[in-house]
């Protein structure tokens, strides 16, 4: 797993809170990617990140930010929860060409 | 329209069969993923593929660039093979950071 660990694995919230999603790698990964997996779609990019607070928007990056303070962190922000967001979160690295995945949290928007 | 289509979506067969997916994209490619995840697991890669052939224990992976398609084969199947099995292929590189376009999976399921 290249050292990606994903806090909390699971989690409940309730429409219009903010939740934060934890990515922590013990690699010294430079490229750190979430994703959310959905029924019906393939893995999406939310945002991406290549270094110490450059980060980047994915194709699904709406009610969703980022932060990434240091190397080992990368956190990703639901500003307000919605019903939508619903999903299995996954973090990843990108190791030269291997991708590595976490865990994934299961996120429930109630 | 997806990037990266799979097939097939579901797949059940007996123990012992010889199991293909097939991946077929669109885009121009530097490599492609074989991934796979186990029920309420993580995601796992299998292979890293830019060109020709790639074998690991039971597992076979084949890309034609040419074709714009790959396909994963298991020989021998077991029921422990039963997952979803994800194709992804990187694209050129955006912003210095590689993006992966995935496909929607298949599922398969070995029965004993």
Sequence with gaps: DAGITQSPRHKVTETGTPVTLRCHQ??????????????????????????????????????YSVSRSKTEDFL???????????????CA?????????????????? | KNEVEQSPQNLTAQEGEFITINCSYSVGI?????LQQHPGGGIVSLFMLSSGKKKHGRLIATINIQEKHSSLHITASHPRDSAVYICAVRSPIIQGAQKLVFGQGTRLTINP
């Design chain 1, 26 to 63: 013990t690699e010294n990964h430079r490229y750190m990617y979430w994703y959310r997996q959905d029924p019906g779609h393939g893995l999406r990019l939310i945002h991406y990140s290549y270094g110490v607070k450059d980060t980047d928007k994915g194709e699904v990056s709406d009610g």
């Design chain 1, 76 to 90: 990703l922000t639901l500003e307000s929860a919605t019903s939508s967001q619903t999903s299995v979160y996954f």
């Design chain 1, 93 to 110: 690295a990108r190791v030269n060409t291997e991708a590595f995945f976490g865990q994934g949290t299961r996120l429930t928007v109630v």
């Design chain 2, 30 to 34: 530097s490599a492609l993923h074989w």
